[in-house]
């Protein structure tokens, strides 16, 4: 069969168009999920994610976004589920062809499987480690908080990046192994915590009460030394560690930023903050306030700083795929004039950046610690609004500290409501 020009441009546009479809965002095919998820209707918007059971180029960043639902609807063996599987699809470092990669330099990104940005990665252990603290599996929940910063020590030595390491995932180690009484390991972790965020108003608490157990003199020395850390404070600490147990508040807080294109280049991805409502939370237990939360780590600070790092890698790759399509629309119109001017406008609008990203993930992870008594206490929490106010109070059922020594957790998630 002979094409005339008409015909060749005709079935060209249609080739190039066949593209077109998946243009459409990831985000605006789980809006409804994220908007349902947002109400806190976590069992309808599980049903938006069910592609997350379908093998395709979108299952890991489905899985991504239903392990987080299932985790706040408190399902935490089928987040744990779908984490795993995350963790697995995201191991596979082969992810496309060759000829898809060469598509994609003329079309649109989002044709090939999605890999997951790297502190994606990352989070999947954090969410691992939350959900199995929550059963009460404090050993596979160490063993998730270690593979962490695991996995930023490998991006930090091969992959060059400059991560910080995961002060959240650290203190929870420790808080798991405090509440199993290993405390040669929790005081690693609590030292750890410290060397990453020395600010962390609790961490100086944890570092006499570790120093104290293990029995080291010197470091008890080196704590009044850097930290001010006064007789009397040790004292007070040997007392707690005899008396209390604790309640501590894991709060996630907002919603990590969105991906978007670029306003400079079209065809380039870049992180938009998504506004968030709170700053942080007050703990009460039995009416009382018990201290007030702290960020530990900022998704959206990483999440920003990741993809800048990448600018260099993906600003190549543009370039290579304006000169290509320069280069086939040429060949194009020596064979026909203006078939290479029709090539070059539709694999122009055509041609996407990536823009699928974990969205249920929150703006920031922070902390509240509360040492007390053993017993059973209401638990409750008054969200801090941007502007300082504080919120009604929200009910997160009772904590129950069941001897000195152990450690109750909570957790809390801000959805902006």
């Known amino acids: 069969m002979r094409f005339t020009d008409h015909g060749r441009r005709a079935v060209l546009a249609a080739a190039l168009v066949s593209f077109l479809p998946a243009c459409a965002s990831y985000t605006s095919a789980t809006r409804k999920g994220l908007d349902e998820f947002s109400h806190r209707d976590f069992a309808a ?48 470092k082969d992810y496309t062809a060759l000829a898809t990669q060469v598509a994609t330099l003329v079309t649109n990104d989002r044709i090939t499987q999605y890999s997951g940005e790297e502190f994606e990665h990352v989070l999947i252990s954090v969410y691992l480690a939350m959900n199995f603290a929550a059963e009460h599996k404090d050993e596979n929940a160490e063993v998730a908080c270690r593979q962490v910063n695991r996995k930023l020590e490998l991006l930090r030595t091969e992959g060059k990046r400059h991560y910080d390491l995961n002060a959240f995932a650290q203190y929870l180690a420790g808080l798991m192994f405090e509440r199993s009484g290993n405390w040669n390991n929790a005081y690693v972790d609590y030292k750890k915590t410290y060397e990453i965020l020395p600010d962390f108003s609790r961490i100086r608490r944890d570092l006499v009460r570790g120093a104290l157990e293990i029995g080291s003199s010197s470091d008890l020395f080196k704590w009044q030394k850097t930290l001010a850390v006064t007789d009397a404070d040790i004292q007070g600490e040997k007392q707690t560690l005899k008396e209390d147990g604790a309640v501590v508040l894991l709060f996630e807080n907002g919603f990590a930023p969105e991906k978007v294109s670029s306003p400079a280049w079209h065809e380039l991805p870049e992180f938009r903050p998504r506004p968030n409502r709170h700053r942080a939370a007050h703990l009460y237990l039995d009416g009382r306030d018990v201290g007030r939360s702290e960020v530990m780590y900022s998704v959206e600070k990483v999440a920003i700083e990741n993809l800048r790092e990448k600018y260099a890698s993906l600003i190549a790759k543009r370039v290579g795929g304006v000169v290509a399509r320069e280069v086939i629309g040429n060949q194009l119109d020596r064979k026909a004039q203006g078939l290479g001017t029709l090539f070059k406008v539709v694999s122009f609008v055509a041609s996407q950046p990536d823009l699928r990203s974990w969205l249920t993930l929150p703006k920031e992870f922070q902390v509240v610690r509360a040492d007390i008594l053993p017993g059973r206490y209401h638990a409750t929490l008054r969200l801090e609004n941007e502007y300082g106010g504080l919120e009604n109070e929200k009910d997160l059922g009772f904590a129950e500290v069941r001897k000195p020594g152990d450690i109750a957790l909570l957790s809390y998630r801000s959805l902006n409501d």
């Open 45 to 92: 918007a599980d049903e938006q994610y069910k592609k997350a059971d379908e093998e395709g180029v979108d299952q890991l960043v489905y899985l991504f976004d239903r392990a987080t639902v299932r985790y706040e609807a408190g399902r935490y063996d089928d987040s744990i589920k779908d984490l795993l599987l995350a963790d697995k699809l995201s191991e596979i």
